[in-house]
């Protein structure tokens, strides 16, 4: 089945400093989402990847999709204390009519004041 | 404009009771997806529905559970006779359309099988 593989499993990080995450797949998707999940919410969405190569930012964060459509990054630069927290990528995959999404198990960020 | 809406946020069961947790979507959006998370575990997909269609139900275990998601009211996601394994966080999601792609996410009920 479809996999997404996400590297590293856990970051500890010093506040100010710029975090870089990613995750491959052997799976072409369509859509490229990146998520961040606080303790006990559920996840909420950071970045939306359409296009292979695509680049795009929101605030300190930018994430790209790879040319293949098979890997994806995410970077937040000068990194404080409420970026704490699980990120979640997830691929989106037009198979039928399904429109289901495919998580890896998530990068957890700790960031020390 | 309220976002995705889950309830109970924490769901306590026997072994055997029965479990209905309820979802609302975004008010224009159509689809509701549910998803299962085990601790330090990513999100599994269970089921995809539209007003009154079930459009895939792949991920879903084919006994003990269903969902549905009437024409007036919430989406229901019901687990029968509930075993210790069902414990997980359940999580709903919506989006306005298929095409988009971008999925909204409720804060998720905890259900605890004791």
């Known amino acids: 089945g479809q996999q997404l593989n996400q590297s590293p499993q856990s970051m500890f990080i010093q506040e100010g400093e710029d975090v870089s995450m990613n995750c491959t797949s052997s799976s072409i998707f369509n859509t490229w989402l990146w998520y961040k999940q606080d303790p006990g919410e559920g996840p909420v969405l950071l970045i939306a990847l359409y296009k292979a190569g695509e680049l795009t930012s929101n605030g300190r964060l930018t994430a790209q999709f790879g040319i293949t459509r098979k890997d994806s990054f995410l970077n937040i630069s000068a990194s404080i204390p409420s970026d704490v927290g699980i990120y979640f990528c997830?691929?989106?995959?037009?198979?039928?009519?399904?429109?289901?999404?495919?998580f890896g198990k998530g990068t957890k960020l700790s960031v020390k004041p | 404009n309220a976002g995705v809406m889950q309830n109970p946020r924490h769901l306590v069961r026997r072994r055997g009771q029965e479990a209905r947790l309820r979802c609302s979507p975004m008010k224009g959006h159509s689809h509701v997806y549910w998803y299962r998370q085990l601790p330090e575990e990513g999100l599994k997909f269970m089921v995809y529905l539209q007003k009154e269609n079930i459009i895939d139900e792949s991920g879903m275990p084919k006994e003990r559970f269903s969902a549905e998601f009437p024409k007036e009211g919430p989406s229901i996601l019901r687990i029968q006779q509930v075993v210790r394994g069902d414990s997980a966080a359940y999580f709903c999601?919506?989006?306005?359309?298929?095409?988009?792609?971008?999925?909204?996410f409720g804060p998720g009920t905890r259900l605890t099988v004791t």
């Open positions: 997830a691929g989106l995959y037009y198979g039928g009519s399904q429109g289901n999404l495919i």
């Open positions: 999601a919506s989006s306005p359309s298929l095409a988009g792609g971008q999925q909204y």
